[in-house]
């Protein structure tokens, strides 16, 4: 654990190092910044001691003099030197975890990219979202904190210790040991009421969490004359949060008044024990005023690195979660040697006892033993019930997962010899749900072919029955979709879907489910398009509704991660096995719901769901 944290800052500091010249000007500048204040105190022991004095040795005049004198010169030095100093330090620190953040925010999403399916799905997509956004933030905190305010801290120190003890050694050691005690204390108290505060306000949103509820179905309680037993209940209730908050109270009231005690206790002393230096001789009275003002001014760079524990834990954890991203090795990688997919190649699929599991710790396979093959241009279909395997088939055809056995060949080469882009450029899906992007329409059908005209892109939206919504949208092309946008109905966004991959024109086409979610007026404009879109490619189909397969050169059936049947559709219903069951299955449901026409054109016609899938 903490060999991976030393790690993790030294993998920090490898992104801080070609910006080393930044945080150097913003140290200095951050050193420069808090060391010009420590001149007020010394000028003003200066007026006290030599110009004030009732002995002083200067005239009325030159008295003046001098005040005016050093009135410019600090005048002078606050706005020459502290206002740039104090810019530098800020803008230089941010300006290095700026730089960082983006750095790293690109490095994550460029990641993110390469990362397969398995990948996805472990990690929930609010989680990346979170590590894009706020843990790449924390690298602020280390710049500000770790990176620099230490070592401006540090060189502070050494200069107030060193101005103290030319004013008196056994008064700074005083100082040097019962501040920090002070700063300690007043941190651990301050953790202590952030803790029963954080007790009082859970309390709180849970009784609001309860309130509501009990608001919203009063009726019950009325109805179950239940008034008193609820009454009790919320006393209850509001007795808890009463005592967290007197305990916090008390407590946050002892902790203040302890803490302030304590640092006008350490005051007191000093200003006594300076008084009697000052009697003796030791010290005088700008001596004093020099004494007691640093002594304020040692407070906040002690409270810092009091803090720096908490800081530096807190900027590392979120720094190691994006490294941790940033490490995962994406599961599926292509070749060295890969090779692109020919375009000009005859397309042809061959699974050979093809076995896979999406969880290696699983004893049954998802897929066990498949095997079948597809020639160029020829159109299949997989059914079979829920969860027989049937997308899990097309994940492997496109490589988000690869093969536990067996082999799949693809233009009769393995998948896995090809480029990945090759393979994805020839390769059209279209899913029972569709991802749009929020953008406008022409933005969302450029995705498919991003040089796109925008005649070819009014050729493919007519050709998936779309070009008619998107002409009547208020901007054409130019509408937006998504949350600032205007929504379309699933219909649409299928049609949008599919013109973006007649534009895409792959040679292999996947559709799964493509029309499941829709009804069956949009289905009918869909699987128009749909048809026209399977013409003159290879293409595997995954439909529950056996309607709308029935024409397809051979069909595929499934069941429990295994090919039970393969044949055409008469063949199948002739041989009396699962395909048959499945398509009476859904048959018997039309009769059941008093549906006969479609039973007499059962090729023309969209048939319901089955019930078991
Ligand atoms: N990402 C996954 N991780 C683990 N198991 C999975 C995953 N995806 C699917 N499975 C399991 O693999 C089996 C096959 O799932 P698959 O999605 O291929 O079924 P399907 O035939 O497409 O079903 P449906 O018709 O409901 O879409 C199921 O038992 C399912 O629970
Ligand atoms: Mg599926």
Redesign the pocket.
């Known amino acids: 654990m903490r060999n991976s944290k030393y790690n993790s800052v030294l993998r920090t500091l490898l992104y801080v190092k070609p910006h080393w010249y930044l945080i150097v000007i913003s140290t200095l500048a951050g050193v420069l910044k808090l060391t010009l204040p420590l001149m007020l105190p010394q000028v003003l022991k200066y007026f006290t001691d030599q110009v004030l004095a009732p002995d002083s040795i200067f005239t009325a005049d030159q008295k003046i003099h001098e005040i005016y004198k050093w009135l410019f010169l600090m005048l002078f030095c606050f706005i020459c030197i502290y206002i740039p100093a104090a810019f530098l330090r800020e803008a230089g620190s941010q300006e290095v975890s700026n730089r960082i953040m983006h750095t790293m925010r690109c490095q994550l999403y460029d990641h993110l990219q390469l990362m397969g399916?398995?990948f996805h799905?472990e990690n929930k997509s609010g989680e990346l979202v979170t590590r894009i956004s706020s843990d790449v933030e924390q690298v602020h905190g280390f710049i500000w904190n770790v990176a620099t305010n230490v070592w401006i801290d540090s060189i502070i120190l050494g200069v107030y210790l060193y101005l103290m003890l030319c004013v008196n050694i056994p008064l700074t050691i005083v100082a040097f040991i019962t501040l920090p005690i002070s700063v300690i204390t007043t941190r651990e108290i301050r953790k202590r009421i952030r803790k029963s505060s954080r007790q009082t306000q859970d309390e709180i949103s849970g009784i609001s969490g309860y309130l509501q509820e009990r608001m919203a179905g009063f009726a019950v309680v009325k109805l179950f004359h239940m008034e008193e037993h609820e009454m009790e209940q919320f006393g209850n209730i509001s007795r808890t949060i009463y005592r967290f908050t007197r305990r916090r109270n008390r407590f946050s009231s002892l902790g203040v008044s302890v803490t302030a005690a304590f640092s006008e206790i350490i005051s007191a002393v000093i200003v006594c024990l300076s008084a009697l230096n000052i009697i003796n001789g030791k010290m005088t009275i700008g001596d004093l005023i020099v004494f007691y003002s640093y002594l304020g001014y040692l407070v906040t760079p002690l409270r810092r690195f009091a803090d720096l524990n908490v800081v530096f834990a807190r900027t590392i954890a979120g720094i190691e979660r994006v490294y941790e991203i940033l490490d995962s090795t994406p599961d599926i990688v292509e070749k060295a040697d890969a090779v692109p997919l020919d375009p000009d190649a005859k397309m042809s699929i061959d699974f050979s006892h093809v076995t896979f599991c999406?969880?290696s710790e699983?004893s049954v396979p998802?897929?066990n033993d498949i095997s079948f093959s597809i020639r160029e241009g020829e159109k299949i279909a997989?059914v079979?019930?829920?969860?027989?395997?049937?997308?899990?088939?097309v994940?492997l055809l496109a490589r988000f997962?690869d093969i536990d056995s067996g082999s799949i060949l693809l233009s009769g080469r393995p998948l896995q010899d090809y480029t990945l882009s090759s393979l994805y450029g020839q390769m059209g899906m279209v899913f029972?749900d569709t991802i749009l992007f929020s953008g406008t329409i022409a933005e969302n059908l450029r995705y498919g072919k991003p040089d796109a005209t925008l005649e070819e892109m009014e050729k493919a939206a007519k050709a998936a029955n779309a070009w008619d919504f998107i002409r009547k949208c208020p901007n054409g092309w130019d509408t937006l979709l998504g949350e600032r946008g205007i929504g379309l109905s699933g219909g649409q966004k299928q049609r949008l879907s599919i013109a973006r991959v007649f534009l895409r024109n792959p040679r292999l086409l996947i559709l799964?489910?493509a029309t499941s979610a829709l009804d069956s007026e949009s289905e009918q404009l869909v699987q128009e398009a749909l048809d026209k879109l399977m013409e003159s490619r290879t293409s595997i189909v995954?439909a529950?509704r056996l309607s709308t397969i029935m024409g397809v050169d051979k069909i595929i059936v499934?069941d429990g991660?295994r090919i039970v049947e393969t044949g055409k559709h008469e063949e199948l219903l002739q041989r009396n096995g699962r395909y048959s069951e499945l398509y009476n299955m859904q048959f018997g449901e039309v009769i059941g719901r008093g549906c006969p026409s479609l039973l007499s054109e059962p090729q023309t016609s969209g048939l319901p769901r089955p019930a078991a899938?």
């Open positions: 399916a398995r799905q999406y969880n699983n998802n897929l997989l079979g019930s829920s969860g027989c395997g049937k997308t899990t088939i994940n997962y029972q799964d489910e995954i529950h499934m991660g899938g």
